[in-house]
């Protein structure tokens, strides 16, 4: 069984920087895909960032340029950092993982809020 515990959220203004991190358990954590989902209220859940085990990372067209989706497989720890915040990054985000062949992510953190004030 695969357990995500995210870290690294909080409140920040807009234009800072906050760094999100998984700690994940189970083997085979390189083998993975890992990812960050985000919702927010009265808004649909998106895929913010993903990275193959392999290195290949996609971002949602709206945080290009801004997030960077990055991982330790020593430390089974997958980071997110984000610059340049704003407040329409305000939401819950929640870390993901899967095993690569699968198409939708299995396992899924408690989240972590991200408030961007103005």
């Known amino acids: 069984q695969v357990q995500l515990v995210e870290s690294g959220g909080g409140l920040v203004q807009a234009g800072g920087s906050l760094r999100l991190a998984c700690a994940t358990s189970?083997?085979?954590?390189?083998?993975?895909?890992m990812g960050w989902y985000r919702q927010a209220p009265e808004k649909q859940r998106e895929l913010v960032a993903s990275?193959?085990?392999?290195?290949?990372?996609n971002y949602l067209d709206s945080v290009k340029g801004r997030f960077t989706i990055s991982r330790d497989n020593a430390k089974n720890t997958v980071y997110l950092q984000m610059n340049s915040l704003k407040p329409e990054d305000t939401a819950v985000y929640y870390c993901?993982?899967?095993?690569?062949?699968?198409?939708?992510?299995?396992?899924w953190g408690q989240g972590t809020q991200v408030t961007v004030s103005t």
């Open positions: 990275m193959t085990s392999g290195g290949n990372t």
């Open positions: 189970g083997t085979f954590f390189s083998s993975y895909t």
């Open positions: 993901v993982s899967k095993r690569a062949w699968r198409p939708q992510f299995d396992y």
